[in-house]
């Protein structure tokens, strides 16, 4: 693909502890995470590059934040139990239909409990999202979650979600083949993608399929029969309740060949051959900087620039035989990460704005069915993704009906205020702004109390610069009401740049 010359930046060079202050310090805390307050930000600037990316990738150090495994149940989609089977043949057999009935009413109603438990295990996910002092896990859960996209409309089990959830976490910021080979092995994951009915009579090859179109390998790097062969290794691989079998009988073992190696393949031999190839770590690497830095055109020109960033971040991944963390770091302490053609030039995911804003911002979290149905309503319904591609972002999150959701949800968050009134508890969990002007203060008492320097504070803490309209537009408002900051005086200024374009950006 041919690439453009580009003066913006030498790619991946290390960023100098003197280049990395503020305006760096700011744009890490958004990509590596979902954003930071001024005093977040102030602490990453006097840390410095190494130590700032240090504490956000090595999460070996960061504080521990535990799943509880026990928080959902995991029987109320479980298999039917013996005696269920009994009354069920029973009924079939003496044409009870009032029996089966009532059977198919149970069977209702553990759906009924299961989509409940569904929208608790969203709020549960959204909360940690908010909370994690582990931000970057949190974000690469989220990265998976889009990457191996599994969606519950399909399989109706909710703990099964749950599962591939903390799975995803688990291997957050470790190993991308040591989690190939667990997606294999995930129940949700096999139900989604029809691999618990494959067997060596009559494979699937929906799985195989998507481990090298959108999981590992990408268009254009194998073949249909590579499908077919790969789809004979994944015989076997099913489930039973919330636990991965293996069913010898039911897997082909005759030789097979994918991606030019012949031998009697598994599942494993299957995914550590897509693993070998030079595509999967080209590929990886794409997603990664796609997710973390900024967007690769599929076709056409790449900058040069650009394109030197994926073939080191490749090398990397390739070298690190796919640890994660070194690529990771890689990529955030490189001075590309922080030039122009990387700042403010992604559009925030649904998820990114509402978790990012309440963290930055310190809003109230108010309630979460509001902000789950807001992030539907934008989009990016968590556990939800549209297809197993995931969610095509950037610019497909933007759009008249969105955007007027995106405004609304920070008037709610920062205000209380919904489209039909005021939330209940508006006036018990009122914003409180002292937390984003509260570094200002502390800096400099006289600058928190000039209209005009608070302008440029916020607009730089919010949109990552100070434009000259907007500080306009904004100085005109404090012009109005006697130039005094009241807490209500810098609400309104956020609720107008959180309403501004710039503030979609990321």
Not at 190 to 199: A, I, K
Not at 299 to 308: D, F, K, L, V, Y
Not at 402 to 431: C, S
Request: glycine share 6%.
């Amino acid at each position: 693909m041919p690439e453009a010359e580009t003066t913006t930046s030498t790619a991946l060079t290390p960023i100098r502890r003197e280049s990395f202050g503020y305006d760096q310090a700011r744009h890490l805390l958004l990509r590596a995470g979902f954003g930071g307050t001024p005093a977040q930000i102030q602490t990453l600037v006097e840390w410095g590059p190494e130590r700032a990316v240090d504490y956000l990738v090595d999460l070996r150090n960061a504080p521990k934040y535990p799943v509880d495994g026990a928080a959902f149940s995991s029987s109320i989609m479980g298999p039917p139990t013996e005696e269920t089977r009994a009354r069920y043949r029973r009924a079939r057999q003496t044409n009870d239909e009032e029996g089966l009935a009532r059977l198919r009413l149970e069977r209702q109603r553990r759906q009924a409990a299961d989509r409940t438990q569904m929208r608790e295990i969203q709020q549960w996910w959204l909360t940690r999202l908010i909370e994690t002092p582990r931000p970057l896990e949190e974000k690469m859960t989220l990265f998976w979650h889009g990457h191996f996209a599994t969606s519950y409309r399909t399989i109706e089990d909710s703990y099964h979600m749950f599962m591939q959830n903390v799975l995803y976490r688990t291997h957050a910021v470790g190993n991308f083949g040591a989690l190939m080979h667990q997606v294999i092995r995930d129940p949700a994951m096999l139900e989604y993608l029809d691999n618990n009915d494959s067997r060596k009579n009559k494979p699937n090859e929906n799985l195989a399929r998507e481990l090298m179109e959108l999981f590992g390998l990408g268009v254009g790097n194998y073949s249909e029969q590579d499908i077919k062969e790969g789809a004979r290794a994944l015989t076997g691989y099913t489930f039973e309740d919330d636990r991965f079998v293996f069913v010898q009988k039911s897997h082909d073992n005759g030789a097979k060949r994918i991606l030019g190696r012949a031998s009697n393949m598994d599942g494993d031999d299957f995914v550590d051959t897509i693993l070998a190839q030079p595509a999967c770590a080209s590929f990886i690497s794409r997603k990664l900087y796609k997710f973390f830095a900024a967007d690769v055109p599929e076709s056409g020109t790449i900058e040069r620039q650009q394109a030197r960033a994926l073939r080191e971040l490749a090398s990397l991944l390739r070298r690190t035989k796919y640890n994660l963390g070194p690529v990771l770091k890689k990529l955030f302490l490189s001075e590309h990460f922080y030039s122009d053609a990387v700042v403010n030039q992604r559009i925030k995911s649904p998820v990114e704005l509402i978790v990012g804003s309440i963290r930055s911002l310190r809003t109230p979290v108010r309630d979460l069915n509001i902000l789950l149905d807001a992030l539907s309503l934008m989009g990016q319904n968590i556990f939800f993704p549209p297809s197993v591609a995931g969610w095509d972002g950037e610019r497909s999150w933007i759009n008249t009906s969105t955007l007027y959701v995106r405004q609304n949800i920070l008037a709610y968050l920062l205000t209380g205020k919904t489209p039909r009134g005021y939330d209940a508890l508006a006036d018990e969990q009122r914003f409180d702004p002292s937390a984003v002007l509260g570094q200002l203060r502390a800096a400099d008492p006289a600058a928190a109390k000039d209209p005009t320097r608070v302008i440029e504070y916020l607009l730089r803490f919010t949109i990552g610069h100070a434009p000259e309209k907007a500080r306009a537009e904004l100085a005109g408002l404090t012009q109005r009401t006697g130039g005094e900051l009241t807490d209500d005086m810098i609400t309104g200024l956020l609720l107008l740049i959180t309403a501004m374009p710039e503030y979609q950006l990321t």
